[in-house]
């Protein structure tokens, strides 16, 4: 089982919506270093910020956090 880091998934899943790291940023309300800085996992997530970034992908947090069949 792959155990993808979350910043590394929540990249990931940006990509797949066809997003920019400035447009994820945009939706959520955030700057694009925080973004930055959450993809590099620098930063820590809470579940309410979890929550905003699976919004703004238009995806479940459990979605997003499920471990990847590898």
């Known amino acids: 089982m792959d ?3 979350l910043g590394q998934r929540i990249r990931a899943y940006r990509k797949l919506k066809g997003l920019t790291q ?3 940023a ?3 309300g955030i700057s694009l270093s925080v973004l930055g800085s959450l993809e ?3 930063r820590p ?3 309410r910020l979890l929550e905003r970034i699976a919004e703004a992908l ?3 947090a459990e ?3 499920a ?3 590898g």
């Open 22 to 24: 400035e447009q994820l």
């Open 40 to 42: 590099r996992g620098t």
């Open 63 to 65: 979605e997003l956090t």
């Open 26 to 28: 945009d939706r959520m």
């Open 67 to 69: 471990p990847s069949l």
């Open 58 to 60: 238009n995806i479940s």
């Open 45 to 47: 997530i809470d579940p």
């Open 3 to 5: 155990r993808q880091p």
